[in-house]
């Protein structure tokens, strides 16, 4: 097997698969780059050498992910589960082990997702609205008054969703950094076994606390409902929960960082959302594509024997397969010749941010709002703001599930007019 120097396979074929996550905190997209030479799903080999089909041609993604013949869950289509003949590694064990709407098929899938789809759909979201840009104001006012240097991760991005998600579920505040602390753990991809499975502990004795809480003081919030409403066992309350945590706070985060990093290294497509030339939600979609927040959630599993017409690629009943969000919204087949580029007026930004079919994210629309009404809010504060090191040196999170910044040191300089020239 050839090896380039940093210690990356060089041969992508069947023989050597591409292993993911060799270099914790590499650029996702570079790495997706790299598998994308092999193909349109060729084998990647996941943490504790467990091998899966990653697919990074988009119109693939989208056919398989609208497909009955490809399922999230485990218990059910990937043989040897179970009984423990498959060595799990501990972060695959967190994604792939849970009882909620993310793992389950057919019937049972759209019985787990009902709930949270009635309690984030559009009308309800609207509804929102206002609490979103009052936490967005209340955490600028705080900002504001800042000098030198602000981490726009750690002071913003990370609490907009957090505290929008909080109010959503009736967390109370004692518990917002808590919660926001254990679930980023859950995203580490480079956390071994051990460590993992201690995340995974941290995260379920805070929800259960949760629970309990709610249950001796129910309120009007989505915990009380699905613990007075939903027909739920504990452990699928449990799992229900921790999706919602985990996909309503982690995902929105790097939404918004990546967003302001996006439009503060490309200033020309800044000037057109000032001027009027461009809306914000053009911008939402246009980051959503470019650096979308989601590299790929493990894993996916094929029902029965198919042959993908378009491709002619052949799927193994119980072989597992990796969606790479990230490498789909740079396929050139369909976003052309400059999918590399960003650009907010884009006439066509089809992506796969949240997915596609029966598993379409149901907080699509509430993270919309979160990320347009905070980046908007950000650069009518700070018209000025600049990147306080070089865009290179700005560092990925170490996974390969997450596509975000460990922090964004931004310098807000003075408030005034926006620069359009």
């Known amino acids: 097997m050839e090896s380039s120097q940093n210690g990356i396979s060089a041969d992508f074929g069947a023989k050597c698969p591409f292993r993911m996550g060799v270099l914790p905190g590499r650029d996702p997209l570079e790495e997706a780059a790299e598998i994308r030479r092999s193909g349109h799903c ?22 398989l992910l609208t497909s009955s013949l490809v399922s999230r869950d485990a218990r059910r289509h990937w043989p040897g589960y ?49 609490v979103i840009r009052k936490v967005v104001d209340s955490l600028l006012d705080g900002i504001e008054g800042s000098a030198g240097v602000v981490d726009a991760v750690e002071a913003f991005a990370t609490q907009v969703p957090l505290r929008v998600t909080a109010s959503l579920l009736g967390i109370e505040p004692r518990k917002h950094a808590p919660f926001r602390t254990a679930i980023g753990s859950l995203f580490d991809t480079g956390a071994t076994a051990a460590e993992a499975a201690g995340h995974q502990a941290v995260v379920s004795a805070l ?34 929960l921790m999706l919602i945590i985990g996909a309503g ?7 918004i960082g990546t967003l302001l990093v996006n439009l503060m290294t490309h200033p020309e497509q800044l000037r057109l959302l000032v001027s ?24 996916r599993f094929v029902v029965s024997d198919f042959t993908d017409p378009d491709t002619g690629e052949g799927f193994t009943r119980g072989e597992p397969v990796l969606i790479n969000f990230g490498a789909a919204g740079r396929d050139a087949a369909v976003h052309g010749p400059s999918a590399d580029s960003f650009d907010i007026t884009r006439r066509q930004k089809p992506h796969l941010a949240f997915g596609a079919g029966p598993h379409f994210c149901p907080g699509a629309a509430l993270a919309r709002q979160e990320i347009t009404v905070a980046a908007a809010s950000w650069f009518a504060r700070f018209p000025r703001c600049e990147l306080a090191v070089e865009p290179s040196e700005l560092r990925f999170l170490p996974s390969w599930i997450i596509n975000g910044y ?3 040191p931004i310098r807000l300089r003075a408030a005034g007019a926006f620069r359009t020239a």
């Open 42 to 63: 060729p084998t990647v080999a996941l943490p504790g050498g467990l091998e899966a089909k990653a697919v990074v041609d988009h119109a693939l993604a989208r056919r």
């Open 82 to 130: 179970l009984d423990g003949t498959i060595d799990v590694d501990g972060i695959i064990a967190i994604w792939v082990g849970t009882e909620n709407a993310l793992n389950s098929y057919d019937q049972e899938h759209r019985r787990l997702r009902a709930p949270i789809t009635e309690a984030l759909s559009r009308r309800r979201v609207a509804a929102m609205v206002p």
């Open 207 to 240: 929800i259960q606390e949760l629970i309990g809480h709610k249950r001796e003081r129910p309120g009007d919030d989505l915990t009380s409902d699905l613990i007075r409403e939903a027909d739920l066992s504990d452990r699928q309350l449990h799992d229900q």
């Open 249 to 255: 706070i982690e995902t929105t985060v790097h939404g």
């Open 276 to 299: 009027g030339k461009a809306t914000w939600e053009q911008a939402c979609e246009e980051s959503l594509r470019y650096r979308g927040p989601i590299g790929g959630v493990p894993l």
């Open 406 to 408: 460990v922090q964004v």
